[in-house]
């Protein structure tokens, strides 16, 4: 087996890892406690980390981890990143608030997750480690891998649905 043949099976074996953890992802916008689905949405992808981080045999570091998934997502620009925010805030509001804020944090938490993971996976397979992470650098491709992530979950909302659906017979 060549070289190349064993990076994209590694690859794609890392991409499974991520695409484990977008569901995990949304289902956490589900949390009804405002602020502690942010908290559990970061305790998510830190773990997705550790995961891809032995995947790729790359040393994980948690506090490491935490602060640059915490970069990253202060990469996404003020509105985008407000949307996330408030969507978990507007969960204090007695009654609606609950719904309004599963209408949105779920899409945002898997696309937030999509990218940290894309963006890792492209980091680690050209060698890098926390270490050498720039975070400056990976900024650009995370907004754009932000923007993937909302497409698929979005994608993925609706495959749920349809299960859901056909499963309870609605």
Known sequence: MSTATLSVSKQSEAE???????????????IPVPI????????????????????????FSENRGKS???SLLGSLGT????????????????GIGTWLGAATLPVFGAAVTYAAGKVFIQHFESGGTFLNFDGMKAK??????????KKEAAAMGKKV??????TLDI
């Open 68 to 70: 640059i998934v915490l």
């Open 140 to 149: 650009q491709a995370f907004a754009e891998t932000f923007e993937e992530g």
């Open 16 to 30: 499974e890892i991520v695409n484990t953890y977008i569901p995990w992802s949304m289902g956490v916008g589900l």
């Open 79 to 94: 509105t985008t990143l407000a949307l996330g925010t408030v969507g978990s805030i507007v969960k204090s509001i007695p």
């Open 36 to 59: 502690a689905d942010v908290a559990a949405l970061t305790g998510v992808q830190v773990k997705m980390l550790a995961e891809l981080s032995k995947h790729y045999g790359v040393e």
């Open 161 to 166: 649905d349809a299960t859901l659906s056909k």
